[in-house]
């Protein structure tokens, strides 16, 4: 079975293409970038090509219908392709940011599951939008081919209600949906289930809490194989400090400003979302790689960013040992997670009254998937495939549904 897996962002569009039966194999990949602009970046790589080689270009997307037909056109031309006259796929799978309350797993995609995707738009306005866009064009370009969501809320819909209900009056709750929903739900997924194989234990027997730190950040305690609580809440912006994201603070302090600072909504959700975090406390960047730089340039406030971000990651995992009443492993992943070497050793430094110490010969080394502890309490480095995962996800459920489909 071939799957290809469609995540569209706002401008984006990025692309694998997955060979299920031949042990997952990665048949193409790629990303179109400033989509809407006079000119969109178009980069590629199929595996009949050499280790480095790939192909760069420009072209012309007006809108993700466009790109989804470059990446046709790519996909069967006589030099760059794979393909003849037509992509032949079996299943696509596309990310989908949020599901609501409705999705506790991903679904084949109908016209009821639509319905749902179009009544999150209000709460992620910037995710589901090119998200549904996405799966229109491929339901035109992929036809006749089951078509699967995979959410990134659906894997925190284990929390209880404990965990998910903000101290607000309850009726909001009832009449707006609003609570904690938690995101990157796939990669906590992914790299818990990965950590607990390594672990050679059973997953439902395990206590793992899983950091994934990128541009946006969350953790999540994972308890027994099930989100059990996450940093990230109603939208990505609560929870831990990120590239440009406040993170937790006091919700008063939204209300001040904007009366200080003759703010609107929207100005105060871009202060909020794009101005913070990172960016905003070291005044350099929201680029991690940038700030370690400047603070090695003795620069005040990006030495002190650093150590808000290190501060709150180790916050959260004391609260969530705590939460679910103890813990087998500490997983880093996403961009930082996987490479920032100095922000796993400043984490892991603090956490020693946990039964977590870090080996610094293995924190240093080139391995990828590595285990950097000798305590007790193991803390692993596990790259992150969300595609996979959705790739994975979208098989089964492709499968489950082929006598309904055909
Ligand atoms: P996104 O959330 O956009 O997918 P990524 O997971 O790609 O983000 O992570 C991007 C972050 O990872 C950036 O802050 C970048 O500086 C950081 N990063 C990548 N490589 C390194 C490295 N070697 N050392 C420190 N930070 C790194």
Redesign the pocket.
């Known amino acids: 079975m071939k799957v290809m897996v469609i995540n569209c962002g706002s401008s984006s569009l990025k692309f694998k293409l997955f060979d299920m039966e031949k042990n997952n194999v990665l048949l193409a990949e790629g990303v179109i970038e400033e989509i809407g602009k006079e000119k969109s970046k178009f980069n590629f790589k199929t595996h009949k090509m050499k280790k480095d080689e790939k192909v760069v270009k420009e072209i012309k997307a007006e809108n993700h219908t466009a790109a989804v037909e470059a990446v046709e056109k790519a996909l069967i031309d006589p030099k760059t392709g794979l393909f003849k006259d037509k992509i032949e796929v079996d299943a696509v799978g596309h990310r989908v940011v949020h599901g609501g309350e409705k999705f506790s797993k991903s679904a084949l995609i109908t016209k009821g599951v639509k319905e749902v995707i179009t009544d999150c738009f209000e709460i992620a306005p910037l995710h589901n939008p090119p998200n549904m866009a996405g799966i229109e064009v491929c339901e035109k370009i992929f036809k006749d081919v089951p078509q699967v969501a995979v959410f990134d809320t659906a894997f925190h819909q284990t929390m209880t209600k404990q965990a998910y209900i903000y101290g607000l009056p309850y009726e909001l709750y009832e009449r707006y949906h609003v609570r904690k929903y938690g995101f990157h739900g796939t990669s906590h997924e992914y790299v818990s289930k990965r950590a607990a194989e390594l672990l050679k234990k059973d997953i439902k027997k395990t206590k793992i809490i899983t950091c994934h ?5 969350s953790i999540t305690a994972v308890n027994g194989g099930q989100s059990f609580d996450t940093s990230m809440g109603f939208t990505p912006l609560e929870g831990l400090v990120m ?1 440009t994201r406040t993170g937790d603070m006091d919700p008063a302090v939204v209300t001040f400003l904007m009366k200080k600072e003759h703010l609107d909504a929207d100005g105060m959700d871009n202060l909020l979302n794009k101005k913070s975090g ?1 960016k905003g406390i070291s005044g350099v960047s ?5 700030i ?1 730089e400047a603070a090695r340039n003795d620069n005040a406030r990006a030495k002190f960013a650093i150590d808000i971000f290190c501060y709150r990651i180790t916050k959260y995992i004391g609260a969530y040992a705590a939460a679910m009443g103890g813990l087998d492993a500490v997983v880093f992943t ?3 997670g ?4 100095a ?1 796993r050793k400043e984490v892991c430094e603090s956490l020693g009254f946990l039964g977590i110490k870090i080996d610094d010969a293995k924190n240093e080394s080139k391995e990828k998937e590595k285990t950097i502890s000798k305590g007790k309490v193991k803390v692993m480095v596990i790259p992150t495939n969300e595609e996979l995962m959705i790739a994975m996800k979208t098989k089964w459920v492709a499968e489950e549904s082929k006598h309904t489909f055909r």
Do not use: S, Y
């Open positions: 730190l990128g541009n946006g950040a590239g990172l929201n680029d991690l790689r940038e370690m996403g961009g930082i996987e490479n920032a070497v922000i």
